[in-house]
């Protein structure tokens, strides 16, 4: 099943400066784990050492933050949207 | 003066008002939002402003802030919705100079992007633009367009 990933300005040039990406899978890991055999070099940006979401990163399935659903595990229909969101912070 | 200190941020009195105020209403905490605009064609701002959003600080702190990311995911869409991008964020020093923080340098985002901050350490507010690349600090001009 077909799934959009918008991605933010940041992480375009990474992604042959692509805004959006359509990525087939049946959840946010498999999503992602396609969307970096296509893009490795976002692997940094999404994910840490350990496989997990980067704790600098948010992902949005429609308009709720994966983190309150099942994280990774989450489960996606077709024509879903995640929204990758960086952390945007300072002091 | 670093090559990357362009392009000039503009901003209409009805956005540096509306910047100026969200700093003031988030006192006690650093106040935030973001700013929304063109992008040219080689992908960097303009430094023209489409619309400049407050934002809650998810930190809820006088010392720092994160940009609530319900927030941020909503000025995507609205800057989308318009062809236009986010192209900056604002935040407030309480008590200190209108200058980045290292913490402000070691969590910058987006190379591109214009980081504003508003010092209310003083009477009278003061609000400065910068961009931050690989660590480095370059002051960006701010213009105040009248109409």
Not at chain 1, 19 to 47: C, I, M, S
Not at chain 2, 101 to 129: E, F, G, M
Request: with cysteine.
């Amino acid at each position: 099943m077909a799934v959009e990933i918008k991605l933010p300005t940041v992480l375009r040039a990474q992604a042959d400066g692509q805004a959006t990406v359509a990525v087939d899978g049946a959840t946010v890991g498999e999503v992602f784990t396609k969307l970096l055999e296509q893009f490795p070099g976002l692997r940094g940006n999404l994910l840490d050492d350990a496989g997990g979401l980067h704790k600098f990163v948010n992902v949005y399935k429609d308009d709720d933050d994966i983190r309150y659903l099942d994280g990774l595990d989450t489960k996606l229909a077709d024509g879903d949207v995640l929204s990758i969101l960086p952390a945007v912070a300072g002091g | 003066m670093p090559a990357f200190a362009q392009p000039t941020l503009r901003l209409t009195e009805r956005q540096y008002a509306t910047i100026i105020g969200s700093c003031y209403d988030g006192l006690p905490d650093e106040a935030c939002g973001l700013l929304v605009g063109p992008l040219s064609a080689a992908g960097e701002p303009t430094g023209a402003v489409s619309e400049a959003r407050p934002c809650r600080n998810a930190d809820a702190s006088a010392r720092t802030y994160t940009v609530d990311s319900r927030d941020l995911l909503a000025a995507m869409r609205a800057a989308e919705s318009r062809g236009d991008e986010i192209v900056g964020v604002w935040h407030s020093h309480t008590h200190t100079d209108a200058y980045p923080s290292p913490t402000d340098v070691r969590q910058a985002v987006d190379p591109a992007w214009l980081y504003v901050i508003v010092s209310l350490r003083d009477l009278a507010p003061v609000l400065r633009a910068y961009r931050i690349r690989r660590g480095e600090i370059a002051e960006v001009p701010v213009e105040l367009d009248r109409g």
